[in-house]
C-alpha cells in the first residue's frame, strides 16, 4: 500500500493539531501565505520537536553516565528521539520525492 505525500501531510497536521478538516483546505485555512501556520509551520514544529527529543536524550545520557539517572529513561529517551528523527528523515525523502516528480512534468 502506497501513502501519497498529500496523505501522509494531512496524517502529520492531523497529529500536530495543525488543521481542523481533510486535506490542503485543512492545511491553508489555519493561516494565510506567509503566515506561521501551515505546511512550513508544521515542519518547523517536527524539526524542532526532534530537537527537542535529541536534546532529552543526550540529557539523560549524560545523567546516566555521570551516575545520577536511571538507564530505563535513557533507553526511553533515545528510543523517542529516533523516532523523531525517523519520521522527520521519512518527511524529507516525501519532499524530495515530491519536488522530484514535480520537475519531471511537462508544462
Not at 515542519?43 to 536511571?70: F, H, P, T, W
Amino acid at each position: 500500500m502506497s501513502i501519497g505525500a498529500l496523505d501522509a501531510a494531512t496524517a502529520y497536521g492531523r497529529a500536530l493539531g495543525v488543521g481542523k478538516g481533510t486535506g490542503v483546505a485543512g492545511l491553508a485555512a489555519k493561516s494565510p501565505a506567509g503566515g506561521a501556520g501551515g505546511f512550513g509551520g508544521m515542519i518547523e514544529q517536527m524539526v524542532g520537536n526532534a530537537a527537542g527529543s535529541l536534546r532529552a536524550a543526550e540529557a539523560a545520557s549524560v545523567k546516566q553516565v555521570a551516575g545520577k539517572g536511571d538507564l530505563i529513561d535513557v533507553v526511553t529517551a533515545m528510543g523517542a528521539a529516533e523516532t523523531a528523527l525517523d519520521t522527520v528523515v521519512a518527511v524529507r525523502d516525501r519532499m524530495v520525492a515530491a519536488y522530484g516528480d514535480i520537475m519531471r512534468m511537462q508544462i
